[in-house]
């Protein structure tokens, strides 16, 4: 069962709950879900007007246009499925 929760009017499908020192709490197609700064370390010092400013962009991700950063609902679901790798090019390391 998907809830949709209304907002001045308008369907909200994506919301966040809760911002703490540990991470962010999100409402996604009527499923709660904790993203800990220890997998989304890029989150922890963006401003929280952009935390908070969050959409769906599509029927399977959501996104934060003010942060540029993406994300796949599956990956919030199965995050095991979802390792951080750093994927690094030959521009990184640059002789002296």
């Known amino acids: 069962m998907q809830t949709?929760?209304?907002?001045?009017?308008?369907?909200t499908l994506v919301s966040v709950l809760m911002i703490n020192a540990?991470?962010?709490?999100?409402?996604?197609?009527?499923?709660d879900?904790?993203?800990?700064?220890?997998?989304?370390?890029?989150?922890?010092?963006?401003?929280v007007r952009s935390v908070l400013n969050v959409?769906?962009?599509g029927?399977?991700?959501?996104?934060?246009?003010?942060l540029d950063v993406?994300?796949?609902i599956d990956s919030l679901r199965h995050p095991e499925r979802y390792p951080l790798v750093i994927k690094r090019?030959?521009?990184?390391?640059?002789?002296v």
Not at 4 to 11: E, F, G, P, Q
Not at 22 to 31: D, N
Not at 89 to 95: K, R
């Open 59 to 66: 029927p399977e991700s959501i996104e934060w246009p003010d």
């Open 22 to 31: 540990q991470g962010i709490m999100l409402s996604v197609l009527g499923c």
């Open 4 to 11: 949709v929760l209304k907002n001045n009017s308008a369907n």
């Open 70 to 72: 993406d994300l796949e």
């Open 33 to 47: 879900y904790f993203l800990s700064y220890n997998r989304i370390p890029w989150m922890q010092d963006a401003p």
């Open 89 to 95: 090019n030959a521009l990184d390391f640059v002789g």
């Open 55 to 57: 959409q769906m962009s």
